[in-house]
């Protein structure tokens, strides 16, 4: 092929090349994580909830027995250690209740289809705040993708195919953007982009290393095995609860005869 | 850019995870833990103790109690709770633990009548551990007026089911405080029991 010519690349416009090249990988790379910290954060959100739906709830039915009886005990030898122990355990109570009927508790299973995920990282792709060219396309950026997660969360792919019509990027290039401009800002973005790989890395490990990680894990061990970890943790804690009140009706007795 | 600020574009970011301030997760977990530590011999005592096995009850008690080491109030209540099934199925030495239990307001609230009621019902058994803490209750006058006839019976029957030791210096140190007259009435009256235990096997229970 004689007659094909192929223009040599001036060397910065070489560099160029590549740097856009490694961009869009990092940019794949990035919606890949992004994707995977968004999926792991709702699996232990729905674990969550349903721990505290089926467990925590119980706490608290067995905290409110333990105020009782602390208060029971209060107002039987009203010193002030046993007001002081009656009012903690009070306020355990309240506590455990709140967080076992907050809104922590309404979250549910949710799968996502193959279609939402693969909407979510075309989103992370193109939207992601780490590949804004300003201050103001960062912050529009941040705007967008905090709707995308609303929406992906929601299981929403309406949501997200809306959000990408709406975004325009200002594509690979900015307007009046020479050729050095152009590489210093994609080196940042790509630095950008690493740290922010790196940071949902430690992330990721962090929330592994959390005990709700650690609870839906042992759960899931216990279901290779044929058995339901949270209800094996309702019935201990049923069990608890059935001390508690007799406890209490006990010293309900004592209060009669006494 | 800091970090920070970078941070809160975080995805999920909507859905945070609870701060738990009661530490509810942490609770889910060190019951997960115990129940990690309840294998399969806990799970067919327990099958057995929720049968009624009045043995697998004392056993599954002692399984909350430990060694009354460590533990929390709540296994010394589960303890009390197994250890009362198998002392009302006439358990003698669920008896005595539960006795203790009260003697001590441990997992039960500190109550020397009950105590006394339980020991006495596992003495009449021919528990000794349970004789010796009765003859000590009727010592010290704990949950019943002080009584040093009933208290060197018992200390006395406990005793010799020892080797010597604490047990005979209890005993001594009772009759010390006793009239001779005493100190025979309470020897008739041990050995009057000791024939009549030997003679009816165990069903005394229900003379106390």
Known sequence: MPDQITRRLKPEEEELRRKREELAA????????????????????????????????????????KARIAEL??????????????????????????????????THDFTPS?????????????????????????????????????????????????????????????EGEGIGAELIRIIRQISLAKERVAAIERELAALREGEIALLK????????????????????VREKIEVARREYEALVQEGKTA | MTDESRLQVTPGSSRGLLKARSGLIARGLREAAKLETHNDPWLATRRLAEQGDADAQYEHGWEYAG?????????????ARWFRKASEQGHAKAQHQLGRMYLFGTGVIQDYTEALKWFRKAAVQG????????????????????DYIQAHMWSNL??????????????????????PQQIIEAQRLAHEWKTKATDSVRDEDHLA
């Not at chain 2, 528990?127 to 002080?146: F, I, K, R």
């Open chain 1, 26 to 65: 990092i940019r794949a790379t990035l919606a890949e994580r992004e994707l995977e910290l968004i999926d792991f954060r709702g699996q232990l959100a729905a674990f969550e909830g349903r721990y505290l739906r089926q467990v925590g709830t119980l706490y608290a039915e067995l905290d409110d027995w």
């Open chain 1, 73 to 106: 005990q209060a107002k039987a030898d009203p010193s002030s250690a046993a007001n002081a122990r009656a009012e903690e355990a009070r306020e355990q109570a309240r506590q455990t209740y709140e967080d076992a009927h907050g809104t922590s508790s309404e």
């Open chain 1, 114 to 174: 193959p279609e939402l995920r693969r909407l979510y990282r075309e989103v992370a792709k193109r939207i992601h705040p780490d590949f804004a060219t300003d201050p103001a396309d960062r912050e529009r950026r941040t705007r967008f993708m905090a709707e995308a997660n609303r929406a992906y969360e929601g299981g929403d792919s309406e949501a997200l195919r809306r959000i990408l019509d709406e975004f325009h990027d200002g594509a690979d290039a900015v």
């Open chain 1, 217 to 236: 894990k042992q759960a899931e061990e216990k279901e290779q095995e044929g058995r339901d970890l949270l209800a094996e943790l309702a019935t201990a």
């Open chain 2, 67 to 79: 060694d009354f080491d460590g533990g929390t109030n709540e296994d010394y209540a589960s303890a």
């Open chain 2, 127 to 146: 528990d000794t551990s349970a004789q010796y803490n009765l003859g000590v209750m009727y010592y010290l006058g704990e949950g019943v007026p002080q």
């Open chain 2, 158 to 179: 406990a005793a010799r089911s020892f080797v010597p030791g604490t047990f005979n210096r209890n005993v001594d140190l009772i009759a010390r405080q006793m009239t």
